[in-house]
């Protein structure tokens, strides 16, 4: 791809990229571990957070955890209790993980979510001003996210869905990332060449690897602090006000 071509278009992951769900993942199953006499460290749980993740971009990949049947959908819910504890050196036996498992919930299981419009999500408050400048540089925006359902009566709700000129949702087109389908499903009706956009995630084997495969560019943001940035092969940035100075700056350099 030409790096020397301007960014016309600047997708983004939704989860962890411009919301994020609070308590986050870690507190949560550290005060379930708590209550099960496990003392965890919470930046442990953070850092082997990211394999958790890594190996649910791969079930999920494979097959979508939302299609599955209920008993598969709790096999798998497991094993990913099951390797978040091994890889933070907690106990992982069965008794444990499903102990563990009972506690803690998912994201679209937890009370916040049933009693928040919002489902317990914040936004970043780097989000508002980052879609602002790339909105008045010119710069088109979208949501590219491998959700369960539609996501915008909560990005309508969160208050940025009207800074957006897409939102595209797994669960709607039928794929998911990295899958380049549903990269295209963005691209395609906003008329812009794959070489022409950039996808911004906080996952490499979904957002970066996926981007990458439709000939995009792509950029890792790392808000936690879990990534080698020399392990990554793209730019890692930690705000999105960073990776809207990269794509201001690269558009400056191109012209």
Request: aromatic share 6%; hydrophobic share 45%.
């Amino acid at each position: 791809m030409d790096e020397a071509r301007p960014i016309r278009l600047v997708t983004f992951d939704l989860y962890d990229t411009l919301i994020e769900l609070r308590p986050r993942r870690w507190e949560r199953l550290a005060a379930v571990l708590a209550r099960l006499g496990i003392d965890a460290d919470e930046d442990t749980l953070r850092a082997a957070d990211r394999l958790a993740e890594d190996y649910y971009t791969e079930e999920n990949g494979r097959l979508p955890i939302r299609n599955r049947p209920r008993a598969e959908r709790e096999a798998y819910r497991i094993r990913y209790m099951t390797r978040w504890l091994d890889a933070a050196g907690l106990p992982a036996d069965p008794a444990t993980v499903r102990a563990a498992r009972e506690g803690y919930l998912a994201e679209f299981e937890t009370a916040a979510v049933a009693d928040s419009p919002a489902g317990g999500y914040h936004v970043f408050d780097d989000v508002l001003p980052a879609l602002a400048n790339l909105r008045r540089a010119g710069i088109k925006r979208a949501v590219i996210s491998n959700a369960d359902a539609d996501v915008t009566a909560l990005c309508t709700h969160l208050a940025f869905a009207h800074d957006l000129n897409a939102i595209v949702t797994s669960a709607l087109v039928g794929w998911e990332k990295p899958d380049v389908r549903t990269f295209r499903a963005a691209l395609d009706p906003l008329g812009v060449d794959p070489a022409d956009a950039l996808h911004i995630g906080d996952q490499p084997r979904s957002d970066v690897a996926g981007a990458l495969a439709t000939g995009m560019r792509a950029t890792l943001l790392d808000r936690y602090g879990r990534h080698d940035p020399a392990a990554i092969g793209v730019p890692v940035v930690r705000t999105l006000q960073e990776l809207a100075d990269h794509v201001l700056a690269t558009n400056s350099a191109a012209v």
